[in-house]
């Protein structure tokens, strides 16, 4: 129930205060703020696999639900700028992989879902099933996630407005 209020409280306060995506990275970092060991003999909190699925099967159908015929005929018309920017994005990734193994020893599985697109519940359930570092990967990935949204996004709509 605690996982729930967090989740419920910050991603309400963001989305009242109307971030871009508040429910989502609310309720992704209410859920870890109050999942975290407040004594020595508290344990973080864990779901089971099938309990993950569901919630990953969730975010699946209410994604599926938004995609139209509409929203895949206007992303073609803009294919050309989208694919050179997913290769730009993937070689910056190999090179973050290559950094994040050399430099700090960080296991394969870790460095790569650390740079993987997605949500933050999809790769956190990804993670936990790879056994990789969650720590790590939720913690660069929330980085990656604000800094797209508080730095990446402004300049854009600057420069498109």
Same mark, same amino acid.
């Given at each position: 129930?605690?996982?729930?209020?967090?989740?419920?409280?910050?991603?309400?306060?963001?989305?009242?205060?109307?971030?871009?995506?508040?429910?989502?990275?609310?309720?992704?970092?209410?859920?870890?703020?109050?999942?975290?060991?407040?004594?020595?003999?508290?344990?973080?909190?864990?779901?089971?696999?099938?309990?993950?699925?569901?919630?990953?099967?969730?975010?699946?159908?209410?994604?599926?639900?938004?995609?139209?015929?509409?929203?895949?005929?206007?992303?073609?018309?803009?294919? &050309?700028? !989208? *694919?050179?920017?997913?290769? /730009?994005?993937?070689?910056?990734? =190999? $090179? @973050?992989?290559? +950094?994040?193994?050399?430099?700090?020893?960080?296991?394969?599985?870790?460095?790569?879902?650390?740079?993987?697109?997605?949500?933050?519940?999809?790769?956190?359930?990804?993670?936990?099933?790879?056994?990789?570092? &969650?720590? !790590? *990967?939720?913690?660069?990935? /929330?980085?990656?996630?604000?800094? =797209? $949204? @508080?730095?990446? +996004?402004?300049?854009?709509?600057?420069?498109?407005?």
């Amino acid at each position: 129930m605690r996982l729930l209020a967090g989740a419920a409280v910050v991603g309400s306060l963001f989305e009242h205060l109307g971030i871009p995506a508040g429910m989502l990275l609310g309720s992704a970092l209410g859920a870890g703020l109050v999942n975290q060991p407040v004594t020595p003999r508290m344990r973080p909190a864990t779901f089971p696999r099938a309990m993950r699925q569901t919630g990953l099967i969730a975010i699946g159908f209410v994604s599926g639900v938004m995609l139209t015929v509409d929203s895949l005929v206007s992303t073609a018309a803009v294919a &050309l700028p !989208v *694919v050179a920017a997913y290769l /730009a994005l993937g070689i910056l990734n =190999l $090179v @973050f992989i290559t +950094l994040l193994m050399s430099r700090y020893r960080v296991d394969p599985a870790t460095a790569v879902l650390t740079v993987t697109p997605g949500g933050l519940s999809e790769v956190s359930s990804l993670a936990v099933d790879k056994g990789a570092q &969650l720590g !790590v *990967v939720l913690t660069v990935h /929330a980085v990656r996630l604000f800094a =797209l $949204v @508080f730095l990446v +996004l402004p300049i854009l709509l600057t420069v498109l407005a």
